[in-house]
């Protein structure tokens, strides 16, 4: 609506309608983490006096308690990179924290938040660490006996007082991932954050890190699922440099970016140049995904069967590793070592769709 009047007649006309249903539409909008960018996105747009005065209201309520919180992160980001830079190390935020320090939204209360992720260069990791152990950050219970050897950053910060955990990343991407953005390509492309003693990401490298968490990492590219947070996040960047995704290419998993783009460009009517490139393989990743999101049942389904068969390779290797494996036996421990902790792995399954 921000992009296109036109939009913004659509919706006031499908809202002067009064077929919305509006309990479906909270439930979507919190699900998918966006309630506070839609309430936003109305207000910009004249549209709240359509929507019942109890909505709006608790819209209001909830806009307002994430833009306080993001304003106590950004706080607590620009405190952080003020303590690293006197000790020479210049702090490489990512993701959500910076979106909202190189003002990405057009509300700094649009974007959901939990962590505040920062990459710091191998060599100076542990003494970023130890500046927040000096500042009063603890690692948090829940990670005690957990092995971060092998993980692509520290375990998590906490501070009393503070509203984010702070995770410090040694690179940006776990595992094989890690290829697509490799450290020496990333610290020689950063961007410098106005005004702050830190950095983020080119552009073309927060592309690929939005796309890698909200398709990879948690294997919705596999279920046919988005989440429209991620999908917002994209289309935000997106807007940035209007000559991608036709100039960029991410080795190992092109047709999956392509097709990841062709959906945001579909989703918020973005202009041809999105799509003229799109190959059949990537048309037919969004007739599957629209077939399923028409038919709900079939999608839980079908999603749940992925979930399984996920679920189950994840099992099966670490029960296969671990009698040679430290961190597989901690894993396995973790969530099977206790009845208890087997309920609860078991729940978490449950609802994890």
């Known amino acids: 609506m921000d992009k296109e009047p036109g939009a913004a007649r659509l919706v006031n006309a499908e809202l002067s309608a009064g077929h919305i249903p509006w309990e ?4 979507m909008g919190s699900s998918h983490l966006v309630l506070p960018a839609l309430y936003s996105a109305f207000k910009r747009n004249k549209l709240l006096q359509q929507l019942p005065q109890d909505l709006s209201e608790y819209l209001a309520e909830i806009y307002q308690l994430n833009l306080d919180r993001n304003r106590s992160i950004i706080r607590q980001a620009k405190e952080i990179a003020h303590l690293f830079h006197e000790a020479g190390i210049e702090p490489v935020f990512l993701k959500g924290v910076a979106y909202l320090l190189q ?16 990459l710091i260069h191998p060599d100076q990791i542990h003494e970023a660490a130890n500046i927040l152990y000096r500042d009063g950050y603890v690692h948090p219970q829940e990670f005690a006996g957990d ?5 692509h950053h520290l375990p998590g910060f906490e501070k009393p007082g503070e509203v984010a955990m702070v995770e410090l990343h040694h690179t940006a991407l776990a595992g094989s991932y890690g290829k697509l953005l490799q450290n020496e390509d990333v610290f020689s492309n950063l961007t410098k954050i106005n005004g702050l003693n830190a950095s983020v990401l080119s552009l073309r490298d927060q592309k690929i890190l939005s796309f890698v968490h909200d398709q990879l990492v948690d294997d919705d590219y596999r279920y046919r699922s988005v989440q429209i947070k991620g999908l ?5 960047l997106l807007y940035l440099d209007m000559a991608a995704p036709t100039s960029e290419s991410v080795p190992g998993y092109n047709k999956k970016y392509k097709a990841y783009c062709f959906l945001v460009a579909e989703a ?7 799509n003229t490139k799109a190959g059949r393989a990537v048309k037919r990743y969004k007739r599957q995904m629209d077939y399923l999101l028409d038919h709900p049942k079939l999608g839980s389904m079908y999603q749940l069967a992925v979930l399984y068969r996920v679920r189950i390779q994840v099992v099966l290797g670490t029960l296969i590793t671990a009698p040679f494996s430290r961190s597989a036996r901690l894993y396995f421990n973790k969530k099977a070592g206790s009845i208890p902790a087997l309920k609860k792995y078991l729940k978490g399954l449950r609802n994890e769709l």
């Open 232 to 236: 917002y996040d994209f289309y935000r």
């Open 147 to 151: 092995d971060f050897s092998k993980h």
């Open 103 to 118: 003002d990405l939204f057009p509300d700094a209360g649009d974007r959901v938040m939990t962590d505040i992720d920062i």
């Open 268 to 274: 918020f009517s973005l202009p041809n140049q999105f």
């Open 24 to 27: 479906d539409l909270v439930w």
